[in-house]
């Protein structure tokens, strides 16, 4: 009876464990200003408020990196270097980025005023 019982306590100390590791991470959104586009080195640089200081981020643009980019309210879609390339010249455009919990880039959503 003593066996049983400590078996099924390990048993739920064990399973216990494995649903606390099973936790969905959520995924960072990075808002702000785009400052810079570098496009040789794939690089989207984004101004964001924090409380009263506005921080500078460098974001790593990979080939699988969706846009969403909206100018004038025509809506355009691309991924990697040339969804960044859409980008180039609109510095101050409003930027969201989705990143993932190692903070890298899974999508941007851009609106540019004309």
């Not at 460098?58 to 025509?74: C, M, N, P, R």
């Amino acid at each position: 009876m003593l066996r049983t019982f400590v078996a099924l306590l390990s048993f739920g100390f064990l399973a216990g464990l494995a649903t606390a590791d099973d936790k969905p991470v959520k995924n960072q959104m990075v808002k702000g200003t785009i400052k810079s586009v570098n496009l040789k080195d794939s690089i989207l640089v984004v101004n964001q408020k924090v409380k009263s200081e506005t921080i500078e981020r460098q974001l790593d643009i990979k080939d699988a990196t969706e846009f969403v980019i909206s100018i004038g309210g025509e809506k355009t879609e691309a991924s990697g270097k040339e969804g960044l390339a859409l980008l180039e010249g609109k510095e101050g455009a409003e930027v969201t980025v989705k990143c993932d919990k190692d903070v890298s880039v899974l999508k941007v959503t851009a609106k540019v005023k004309k």
